[in-house]
């Protein structure tokens, strides 16, 4: 084997190499995507002959593609090149410097499981700033490296860290490396890649910008408000007590006074105006201040969240579907970003052979569950208020819009304050700066997109939701949308009913049409699970023309509660118990059904397309586009239905428990917050997540889980619930 003279791309080179060995040697994405290679890598092959093969292999290619190469092509040397050069020579002629121990030592290397799909090389993020690396004048910096090398045609997604000396600051010094690690890689034949898919990010020392400084102005804010109100609160007691007094002894030495005048000058009646002061002092509305800071009140905003009173009429069950609905998307979204961490891609393609991972895969209903729900209650409340006014006046309108739109923009635009611009400034970790600066990031979105999050129109700008400014927020757009055109529906259904009804009807089936229209004409999948990567699937995703079916059915839902509600639970409540389980039970029995053949009925086509690469079948897709939300969202509806008017049995006492009240009342906060406290979490992780056993992802999301939970508490007593407070001192009165 022919020795050659070490240059900076050897250790890498070496690397990447063991990785291109092993990943010829067997074809570990076999059960999830097969991909066109040798007719060897589909051999099955034990543990042992891998490695004698890896070994063989590693021996007889290396030298040789090694010694066919020209290292004096790479072009000048720079500072970078020549302390690689340095670090690398000292690695390879066994003469180890305490700093290229070090070096080595905190470079990430190719770790166990490459068989099985893990590429993502963590390395000692502590050792960058302490040790042998954190000598004056070094300032070794954390840098990680990505990039897309290509199996056939099957990318394998690489994500490699270490410790950049001081003098590998420059894109230019990256970006020729790459060049390098890209010729020695295409000129291998068993792998390749493109230089321009490879990015690199080194820790930088972030700094303040105009939307970190709005961030912490907006905080400081509502912490001061808070803060004020809640001392008002507290010391008001204490400070009426002291004023009354002191009013009181006032009052006396008056009296006395007048009565003695009285006697003098034999005038009548002046202590009347003493008494009339003290009962006005003492009963006179409280300012506009008082109550604008008391809005803020931690008192009264804890009072509102633990409260457990509920109000006639009000309908309990939607709590509980609430709080399943929203835990039911943390899941999904939990397992979708923990994938970026994960070192063990082969692990999803057993989860995905469990039915019951269908929930994850298949987790759009629940999204769709809001829909339905906002649809249900906007209807009924608006309709309960056309019927006692008769109609609305202008004036009254404009309430009923400015009050949803302050309502959820005002934690919405903390919420994206905090990720797009806070977050950064205090990650840390091996994956941090990739986060905080990598491409789609979530500040650069933010300082781009902002405004079209104010203006709820994110889910057409940006066109893609994975460019967007707090990516979850093309349901609020959505939500928002359709809240500002539902008066058209709701009022046609109150002034003329069938009009109406033929209208929503007709928007669902326009809907559902357009669904099966865009699916047959870009060849489509029959969910998310396998088109996510299309363009062409942002026709669908977060689009309101086929959102909106769910939102068109919750609305015919409350419309029919409003209408027929209260007849309907008279005439439930006449009939004997065990004729209402029987009318009942098969009702629940089908809807059910339907349910389960929504989220679980794509289970077949999810293993022809995992395990044989087989697509579904075009009416497959089609069908299921186009129904399959008005199916979910129209048996959901009649299950509330069957809770409000006395058939819900067991089901409704569970959905309807006092318990959920609290945790329903966060779950628009939990829905802001929750993605962000995942990237953080991923930015930070030192460590590589496998998501087998199911233990360690059940500890991972009941961990984020509550602290989504804790985190919207905070936004909720702080921010949510004192614009809710305030709300009501100032426009529901004229609403």
């Known amino acids: 084997m022919t020795v050659l003279s070490p240059k900076p791309t050897v250790l890498a080179c070496l690397i990447f190499f063991q990785t291109c060995l092993l990943v010829n040697t067997a074809n570990p994405w076999s059960q999830l995507h097969p991909v066109p290679v040798p007719a060897k890598l589909n051999q099955s092959l034990n543990l042992l002959a891998l490695q004698r093969e890896f070994l063989t292999n590693f021996t ?18 720079t500072k970078c090149t020549a302390k690689l050069t340095e670090l690398v020579e000292g690695i390879i002629s066994g003469s180890l410097s305490q700093e290229s121990i070090a070096f080595l030592d905190a470079l990430g290397k190719p770790g166990p499981g490459i068989t099985l799909g893990n590429f993502m090389w963590l390395g000692n993020y502590e050792m960058c700033e302490k040790g042998a690396l954190a000598t004056a004048g070094n300032k070794y910096q954390n840098c990680v490296l990505t990039g897309t090398l290509y199996l056939g045609y099957y990318p394998l997604n690489l994500t490699w860290t270490g410790c950049s000396p001081p003098e590998c600051r420059d894109k230019d010094d990256f970006q020729n490396i790459f060049k390098q690690i890209a010729a020695l890689i295409n000129k291998s034949g068993m792998i390749h890649t493109d230089p321009a898919s490879w990015n690199a990010q080194c820790d930088v020392d972030e700094e303040f910008d105009v939307g970190a400084y709005a961030a912490v102005t907006v905080i400081s804010i509502f912490g001061f408000l808070v803060v004020v109100g809640t001392v008002w609160n507290l010391l008001e007691p204490i400070i009426v007590s002291f004023m009354e007094r002191n009013r009181d002894d006032t009052t006396v030495l008056v009296d006395a006074e007048e009565e003695g005048t009285e006697g003098q000058d034999g005038q009548e009646g002046q202590d009347a105006p003493a008494i009339s002061r003290k009962y006005a002092t003492s009963n006179q509305p409280e300012s506009f201040i008082v109550r604008f800071l008391k809005c803020f009140s931690l008192q009264k905003t804890m009072n509102t969240l633990f409260s457990m009173e509920t109000k006639p009429g009000q309908i309990l069950c939607l709590n509980g579907i609430r709080v399943l609905s929203i835990n039911w998307v943390v899941l999904g979204h939990s397992y979708l970003y923990s994938l970026s961490n994960t070192g063990g891609f082969s692990y999803l393609g057993e989860l995905t052979k469990r039915r019951n991972f269908m929930l994850v895969l298949n987790g759009l209903p629940s999204v769709d569950s809001f829909f339905a729900l906002s649809g249900f209650l906007v209807t009924y409340l608006l ?30 635009l903390v919420a994206m304050l905090v990720e797009g611009w806070l977050y950064k400034l205090v990650m840390t970790g091996p994956r941090a700066q990739l986060v905080s600066s990598g491409p789609q990031n979530a500040h650069d979105m933010c300082e781009k997109f902002w405004w079209t999050n104010v203006l709820y129109i994110n889910n057409f700008v940006p066109w893609k939701t994975a460019e967007a400014c707090l990516g979850q927020g093309w349901y609020l757009a959505n939500d928002m949308q359709f809240f ?37 004409h870009y060849k489509l999948g029959p969910a998310t699970i396998s088109d996510s990567n299309q363009d062409d699937f942002w026709l669908m995703y977060n689009k309101p023309w086929i959102r909106i079916t769910p939102y068109l059915v919750g609305i015919l839902g409350g419309w029919f509660y409003w209408k027929w509600g209260d007849e309907i639970k008279k005439g439930v409540k006449t009939l004997p118990e065990w004729l209402k389980v029987m009318s009942a039970t098969p009702i629940w029995l089908v809807t059910a059904a ?24 075009e009416a497959d897709s089609v069908s299921y586009q186009s129904l399959a939300r008005i199916a979910w969202s129209l048996s959901l509806t009649i299950q509330i239905l069957l809770c409000q008017c006395g058939l819900g049995g067991f089901i ?35 460590h590589v997540l496998f998501l087998n056993p199911d233990f360690e992802f059940a500890v991972l999301y009941l961990g984020l889980l509550a602290m989504s939970y804790l985190a919207a508490a905070v936004l909720y007593l702080t921010v949510e619930q004192p614009v809710a407070n305030l709300e009501g001192i100032t426009y529901r009165k004229s609403a």
């Open 484 to 520: 500002f055109v539902a008066p058209i529906f709701i009022s046609l259904l109150f002034w003329r009913p069938l009009v109406g009804l033929v209208g929503t009807v007709g928007g669902m089936i326009c809907s559902a049409v357009t669904a099966a229209i865009i699916t047959a």
């Open 60 to 77: 007889t290619n290396i030298g040789e593609i090694f010694s066919n190469f020209d290292f004096d092509g790479f072009g000048n040397e």
């Open 594 to 617: 339907i349910q389960y053949a929504v989220v679980f009925g794509l289970y077949d086509d999810v293993q022809d397309q995992m395990q044989h690469q087989k697509a579904a079948k």
């Open 652 to 686: 409704n006492s569970l959905l309807s428990w006092n318990g959920w009240l609290v945790l329903s009342r966060l779950t628009y906060s939990v829905f802001l917050l929750h993605i962000g406290l995942l990237t953080v979490y991923g930015a930070q992780m030192r």
């Open 383 to 412: 309709l309960k208020q056309l019927a006692k006014r008769g109609g609305l006046s202008p004036l009254q309108w404009m309430a009923f819009y400015l009050h949803r739109y302050l309502r959820l923009t005002m934690p919405y």
